[in-house]
């Protein structure tokens, strides 16, 4: 069975920096795309880093370049997300996700930076 949780969320100040973490079972990061994505209040769920299983491509919102990066564990089957230089704007619930046919998400985790 395909699950994943996502933890590490809270408050933040402007310009600060936090690094959410995705534990993730039933699966292997090599089969499946891989991501985070974000929802702001009264917003639609969007994309914020997401990696391709079949080519390996890597996206990334035009708003999160440069500031946030997204990284794997395989051996503690774990999917980090770092997020830096933060803004009022990135406040958000985050989800990981893996996706091969089907999209699992995981139970989001809420991320609030204050200005």
């Known amino acids: 069975e395909v699950q994943l949780q996502a933890s590490g969320g809270g408050l933040v100040q402007a310009g600060g920096s936090l690094r959410l973490s995705c534990a993730a079972s039933?699966?292997?990061?090599?089969?499946?795309?891989i991501g985070w994505f974000r929802q702001a209040p009264g917003k639609e769920r969007e994309p914020v880093i997401c990696?391709?299983?079949?080519?390996?491509?890597?996206y990334y919102a035009g708003s999160v370049k440069g500031r946030f990066t997204m990284s794997t564990d395989n051996a503690k089957n774990t999917i980090y997300l770092r997020m830096s230089s933060l803004k009022s704007e990135d406040t958000a619930v985050y989800y990981c996700?893996?996706?091969?046919?089907?999209?699992?998400w995981g139970k989001g985790t809420l991320v609030t930076v204050s200005s």
């Open positions: 039933g699966f292997t990061f090599d089969d499946y795309a």
């Open positions: 990696i391709n299983s079949d080519d390996g491509s890597t």
């Open positions: 996700m893996g996706r091969r046919g089907v999209t699992y």
